[in-house]
């Protein structure tokens, strides 16, 4: 089962995430522009779109895209030791939920050592073990992740993967990779707006006995 991060896991907005990303853009780029978000999207993903509205060709993106995910990575994890992250809001039931999953992993759009040190700080680290899921900076276009994930996990059948989001885009790209969605309504759409998920669930609790369901 893959595990979204940012409004599934991590229910608080990270301004650390921000300053982070801007820091690396001004200093690969010499530019730091923004971009309508589209929740779900890979960092990668956000930053090819902005950096277009900014007038850079793909192939100049491309040229530091690499660098900009190695200095995002090191600049949020400089900024989050000297932060306080006291009032991030963790997704009621997460914990429960983990401890009856077997195989737990990551697949988010955050680059691997920030999606790593946010589940530090979350205390959930100790679910996700190394060398599992998948990741912004390791693939652009989420639905790749899912290959990925997958292929770490031992070419796990696509049809036997799950994933478990709250955008839209979560759902749609789960599919589009050929496995399932379980969606949790503890992000920012509603109930309707992720009907398209194999199930939908208020509360991480649900997610287990949710599970064989939609398998």
């Given at each position: 089962m893959l595990f979204d991060?940012?409004?599934?896991l991590l229910l608080t907005h990270d301004d650390v995430y921000v300053e982070a990303n801007r820091s690396a853009l001004e200093e690969v780029y010499g530019t730091a522009p923004d971009a309508p978000d589209v929740p779900g999207d890979t960092a990668p993903?956000?930053?090819?779109?902005?950096?277009?509205?900014a007038g850079l060709s793909d192939a100049d993106i491309d040229a530091g895209l690499a660098r900009w995910c190695q200095m995002?990575?090191?600049?949020?994890?400089?900024?989050?030791?000297?932060?306080?992250?006291?009032?991030?809001?963790?997704?009621?039931?997460?914990?429960?939920?983990?401890?009856?999953?077997?195989?737990?992993?990551?697949?988010?759009?955050?680059?691997p050592?920030?999606?790593?040190?946010?589940?530090?700080?979350?205390?959930?680290?100790?679910f996700f073990p190394p060398g599992?899921?998948?990741?912004g900076c390791e693939r652009?276009?989420?639905?790749?992740?899912?290959?990925?994930?997958?292929?770490?996990?031992?070419?796990?059948?696509a049809a036997r993967t799950v994933a478990v989001g709250d955008t839209p885009l979560d759902i749609s790209t789960a599919h589009a990779a050929g496995c399932r969605c379980v969606a949790v309504t503890t992000g920012s759409f509603s109930r309707e707006?992720?009907?398209?998920?194999?199930?939908?669930?208020?509360d991480l609790r649900l997610v287990p006995e949710t599970l064989a369901a939609v398998r």
């Open positions: 991060v940012d409004g599934t993903s956000y930053t090819r779109r902005a950096l277009r509205l995002f990575s090191a600049r949020y994890l400089d900024l989050l030791a000297r932060a306080d992250t006291s009032h991030w809001k963790l997704a009621p039931g997460a914990v429960e939920a983990l401890a009856m999953l077997e195989r737990p992993a990551l697949l988010t759009g955050n680059p050592a920030v999606a790593r040190a946010r589940m530090e700080r979350l205390g959930l680290a100790h599992q899921g998948a990741f652009e276009d989420r639905v790749d992740l899912f290959a990925l994930a997958r292929h770490r996990a031992g070419e796990w059948p707006e992720l009907g398209e998920a194999d199930a939908v669930v208020d």
